[in-house]
């Protein structure tokens, strides 16, 4: 038995009942998240379009590696030389004057033949007259030849300031020396400095080694 049936679509349903209410909610839902999934996207593009352009990432200078700075270092103090100390020129000593005053000194006052003799063997008056003669002839000498002058003025005993700088050549220190100049002591010796020396002219042929020629009476 064949039945047919025919449906009307045209048709509105004037009554609703829960299977209809469940779909039109459904149908609602699904348009309002719907709507708000698009609002989201609107305001995530709007968001994006007015954040600022992120800072350029600044550049990390990185230290030269230790080897190559003392390299340059090295470099630099091949091309830089420090100054050379000036060479210290040592004088050659010149015996020639020194024989001459010694023979000068033997011949005014025999003091080669009193400081080559033993005076263990004299008594104090013997080696006190022998003295003075030494004396008055060394002192002639001096007199005719040199001009000593002293380097301090100040009388021996009194107390003096060295500043600082001061000539170690001409004030010699002795003591406790403790610190840097300047310095306060006792005059000990005022010291003595030749001002002018005229020593007699050598002729070429003269034999300065000779400091006192052998005697021979006839």
């Known amino acids: 038995m064949n039945t047919n049936y025919t449906i009307d ?3 509105q349903p004037t ?10 909610g459904a149908v609602m839902l699904l348009l309002i998240l719907s709507i ?19 800072a350029e990432t600044p550049k990390i200078i990185q230290p030269e590696p230790v080897v190559q700075v003392v390299e340059k270092i090295v470099e630099v103090e091949k ?7 000036e060479p210290v020129i040592l004088k050659e000593p010149t015996p020639d004057a020194a024989l001459q005053l010694l023979s000068l000194l033997q011949n005014e006052a025999r003091f080669v ?6 005076i263990t063997l004299y008594n104090d008056a013997d080696v006190g007259v022998a003295a003075r003669v030494v004396h008055e002839g060394c002192k002639k000498v001096l007199d005719e030849h040199f001009t000593l002058a002293p380097i301090r003025n100040e009388h ?7 500043p600082q700088g001061f000539d170690a050549a001409s004030v010699r220190l002795t003591g406790n020396i403790v610190g840097h100049a300047p310095f306060s002591g006792t005059l000990i010796h005022k ?9 007699p002219k050598l002729t070429q042929s003269h ?4 400091i006192a020629a052998a005697e021979v009476e006839l």
């Not at 009554?15 to 039109?24: C, E, I, N, P, R």
């Not at 010291?191 to 020593?199: D, E, K, M, S």
């Open 9 to 11: 679509l045209t048709l």
């Open 15 to 24: 009554t609703f009942d829960l299977w209809h209410v469940s779909l039109a």
């Open 36 to 54: 708000v999934l698009l609002l989201v996207m609107v305001i995530k593009l709007a968001r994006s379009d007015n954040r600022p352009a992120p």
């Open 79 to 85: 091309i830089v030389h420090a100054p050379a100390p």
């Open 113 to 118: 033949d009193f400081i080559a003799e033993d």
């Open 156 to 162: 021996e005993g009194t107390n003096v300031t060295l």
């Open 191 to 199: 010291g003595w400095q030749a001002t002018h020396v005229n020593l």
């Open 207 to 210: 034999n300065a080694n000779i």
